[in-house]
């Protein structure tokens, strides 16, 4: 009778990942620390808004000294100010608390520093004195230049949009960068959360003595395979509990939170770029998972595993080091080589795709070459584990492995 | 796996096993009938667990055939063999009735069998309430009782059990002996690793000596006691006991000696003999070697602890 375990095992598998206290309190510790954040920086920004708002509707009593002669006294005059005779009387008065706040604007404000003198009422309201300051210095360049829009230009804020061209094309710029790019960032997410799991996956086989009965009942490329795919349902779930804190606090909260507006209009989303990073998504994460299941086979205990995690996270990081040379340089030695070394090649070749110079016959080789590998190694992670597994509690050399086969 | 009824289960022939240079079992050939207990012998590092596991297809053999139901064993035609295996172990962390439950499933059980399955299995060894706790709350004992619940939950035609009693108190040896008993009754083929010979007696028709990867005997339990000098006779005697091609003395006092019969003499030719060299015999009374005497005749040159 031919038994179809795949579904059993994921099944086993995902329920008992889900149902352990364990996992949630590691998954929900980043959304609940998220959401601590996001209360805090509404309320935060409720009241700084609040403060502002406050500080430049504040009558204050204050003086000023203006050595550049900017400062219109009628617009101070409708804030409350005085122009001051006597600097030093000022600062005295201030003191005393007879005056609220001194002013004193240098001949150039531009590159010398105003100098703000008040009546200390903690660190929240003192910064009131600097707003009306400010405000006051703004309002009277705005009335010399005289016109709304002059003076909206002379702040920079004018909106620009570039077109550039390739090969005759018009060029998508960042945002024909980012949709791509979104591929290698889930690459890095699923690795860092699933990886020391992947490592460990086939570990408690070996720790709690599970392997004879394990290898005798299921195939253990069934086992491996169901553990893969679990593993991934279970990242899959982490990363809605990770991001639906982020998608509400975005949809609901963007102004408390001062997120700027996303539009998504301005991204270029090339279809040949996408299959690419989606392929190498998928190879890069089939030749982890495998490595990381055969190095857990062959480890007799979580710990020892541990050890081997580290190196292979670096593996992924290292083409980062050099990330300014795969964007200006794509063809220099050091770019060609993380391009096509295993380890190197998804993260590398997943940047190059991103900003547009991975070309098709590059994009085709590190493909083919990150799925044959991982299937290469996903088949030696199932021999190791049929082979490395009975041996309980040491560590498998891949000869002893092989002797055995 | 339906096959003729006259056919072996298990048939191994010429089995062969190196690990690198070493070579752990060499030529062993044995059939294991349908319905049988067979009892499977021999001392630590003799190569009994290596062969089991060659069988089951966890290691591949250097060179012979291993067969089941004729032909090699592989999970996806295995349904009905049940596995103890020596390394004792299930998923710790999870609960009795999960671990029970999945092993069903895999076994080709329904979710809902499997687990009406083990609580009548837990109700009967005495654990009905503990199907809800993690197995690591579960003393070895229970532990073992659990495994042995997943070995046999399937209705094996083919149990496999290496040393099935290690670990367990003399109650619960008793039950787990029922048990196997019930699988027996109920036409299962037992393979069985067990260095308690009384065990053995009662339970195994045939059994298999393995020493240093090589049988050293194979057949019925009477057989073996032949090939082994299989009659030994106690004697109360005066005189001098003379030497003789029919039997070796293994202990000689002043009035009382065993002597262990070499090959099939009839007793009444020894008695004669040792009248006609003058020996006052008091008594003579015959017995068969128990199993025991062979293991300790076998292996007791390798100055081994039996069972560790």
Redesign the interface.
Same mark, same amino acid.
Request: glycine share 8%.
């Given at each position: 009778?031919?038994?179809h375990?795949l579904g059993?095992?994921v099944s086993?598998e995902v329920t @008992?990942n889900l149902t352990k206290r364990r996992f949630w309190i590691s998954t929900l510790i980043v959304p609940v620390i998220f959401g601590i954040v996001i209360a805090l920086v509404v309320l935060s920004n409720t009241a700084t808004d609040k403060s502002v708002n406050s500080q430049k509707n504040a009558k204050l009593t204050f003086s000023y000294s203006d050595a550049s002669g900017y400062i219109d006294p009628a617009l101070v005059a409708s804030f409350g100010g005085t122009l001051a005779a006597d600097p030093k009387a000022a600062i005295a008065a201030v003191k005393s608390g007879a005056l609220d706040a001194y002013f004193a604007y240098p001949a150039d404000p531009t590159t010398q520093t105003t100098r703000v003198y008040g009546v200390d009422e903690g660190i929240f309201q003192n910064g009131k004195y600097s707003s009306v300051a400010t405000a006051l210095l703004v309002a009277s360049a705005e009335a010399k230049i005289g016109d709304a829009k002059l003076s909206t230009l002379a702040q920079g804020a004018a909106p620009v949009v570039s077109t550039t061209y390739k090969d005759g094309v018009e060029a998508g710029g960042i945002g024909g960068v980012i949709p791509p790019l979104l591929f290698l960032a889930i690459f890095y997410i699923v690795i860092l959360l699933l990886g020391n799991q992947m490592l460990t996956s086939t570990l408690?086989e070996k720790e709690? @003595?599970?392997?004879?009965?394990i290898?005798?009942?299921?195939?253990p490329t069934t086992l491996v395979v169901g553990k893969v795919v679990s593993l991934f349902i279970v990242g899959i779930v982490q990363m809605i509990v990770f991001t639906l804190p982020i998608i509400i606090g975005y949809v609901f909260f963007r102004t408390a939170l001062n997120l700027p507006e996303f539009d998504l209009s301005s991204l270029d989303i090339n279809p040949w770029q996408m299959v690419v990073g989606a392929l190498l998504l998928a190879g890069g994460f089939t030749l982890f998972t495998g490595t990381l299941v055969a190095v857990g086979a062959i480890m007799p205990t979580a710990k020892e595993a541990g050890q081997v995690f580290g190196i292979m996270m670096a593996l992924i990081f290292v083409p980062f080091y050099a990330v300014s040379l795969v964007v200006s340089d794509p063809h220099a030695f050091i770019v060609q080589l993380f391009t096509y070394f295993p380890y190197s090649a998804p993260v590398t070749a997943m940047l190059r795709n991103g900003f547009g110079s991975l070309s098709p016959l590059e994009a085709t080789i590190v493909i083919v070459e990150q799925f044959a590998l991982g299937i290469i190694v996903l088949r030696l992670a199932v021999r190791l584990f049929?082979?490395g597994s009975?041996e309980?509690s040491k560590k498998v050399s891949l000869k002893t492995a092989f002797? @055995?086969? | 796996m339906e096959q003729a009824a006259a056919e072996p289960l298990v048939h191994i022939r010429d089995f062969r096993m190196d690990?690198?240079s070493t070579t752990v079992v060499k030529d062993l050939s044995f059939d294991i009938n349908r319905g049988e207990t067979f009892g499977f012998l021999g001392s630590n590092g003799s190569g009994k667990t290596t062969t089991i596991?060659a069988l089951?297809?966890?290691?591949?053999p250097t060179g012979g055939i291993l067969h089941i139901n004729g032909q090699p064993?592989?999970?996806?035609n295995?349904?009905r063999?049940g596995?103890l295996?020596e390394?004792?172990?299930?998923?710790?962390?999870?609960s009795v009735i999960?671990v029970m439950t999945?092993?069903g499933?895999?076994?080709?059980l329904s979710k809902h069998d499997a687990a009406a399955w083990s609580h009548r299995y837990l109700e009967r060894v005495a654990l009905p309430d503990k199907a809800k706790l993690r197995l690591d709350k579960l003393s070895g004992g229970e532990q073992q009782k659990v495994?042995l619940g997943?070995t046999i939950m399937n209705d094996p035609e083919l149990l496999i059990l290496d040393e099935p009693t290690k670990g367990f108190d003399p109650v619960n040896r008793r039950l787990l002996m029922d048990i196997i008993d019930d699988q027996k009754k109920a036409g299962a083929t037992v393979l069985m690793v067990t260095h308690q010979m009384e065990e053995v007696e009662r339970l195994c028709d045939r059994v298999i000596l393995l020493k240093d990867g090589r049988a050293e005997a194979y057949g019925t339990i009477p057989d073996v006691q032949d090939q082994y000098g299989g009659t030994m006779i106690r004697l109360t005697y005066s005189g001098e006991i003379p030497d003789s091609p029919h039997y070796e003395a293994s202990l000689r006092d002043r009035n009382y000696a065993e002597l262990t019969v070499i090959g099939k003499v009839d007793e009444a030719i020894i008695l004669r003999e040792l009248v006609d060299a003058g020996v006052l015999v008091r008594s003579f009374t015959t017995t068969r070697l128990s199993l025991d005497d062979i293991f300790v005749k076998v292996y007791g040159d390798e100055n081994e602890l039996v069972g560790a």
């Open positions: 009778m031919a038994r375990n059993t095992v086993f @008992r408690e709690d @003595r599970v392997s004879e009965m290898l005798t009942t299921l195939n049929r082979y009975i309980y002797a @055995r086969s | 690990f690198g596991r089951l297809g966890i290691y591949q064993f592989s999970p996806e295995g349904d063999l596995y295996p390394e004792r172990g299930l998923y710790k962390k999870e999960d999945y092993f499933r895999l076994k080709g495994q997943v």
